[in-house]
């Protein structure tokens, strides 16, 4: 089984920066589109960011222009840069291939302080 181990997460002040990192056990990222989702208390996971095999990116509306998705397939690794960050991107971040249908790691908490 496929696992998915999120690091990098921490508490920064709003406008601050974070990257984090998504090590997946197992050769799969040449083959998938992988994704960053967020989930917060009380709400669904939302889908944050997408890169497919070869390198093409989008963006949820609401972290486009502030936050870069980017791919290791020789690391089975993928990135997410937070920059400009803003209090509502509080949450916990998750990796997951697109459409989700690895199992989820245990995500990493990103809080912004206003």
């Known amino acids: 089984q496929v696992q998915l181990v999120e690091s990098g997460g921490g508490l920064v002040q709003a406008g601050g920066s974070l990257i984090l990192s998504c090590v997946a056990s197992?050769?799969?990222?040449?083959?998938?589109?992988m994704g960053w989702y967020r989930q917060t208390p009380g709400k669904q996971r939302e889908l944050v960011a997408l890169?497919?095999?070869?390198?093409?990116?989008s963006y949820a509306d609401s972290v486009k222009g502030r936050f870069t998705i980017s791919r290791n397939n020789a690391k089975n690794s993928i990135y997410l840069q937070l920059n400009s960050l803003k209090s509502e991107d509080t949450a916990v971040y998750y990796c997951?291939?697109?459409?989700?249908?690895?199992?989820w790691g245990q995500g990493t908490q990103v809080t912004v302080s206003s």
């Open positions: 997951n291939a697109y459409p989700a249908g690895l199992h």
């Open positions: 197992g050769n799969i990222f040449s083959l998938n589109t």
């Open positions: 890169i497919n095999h070869s390198g093409r990116t």
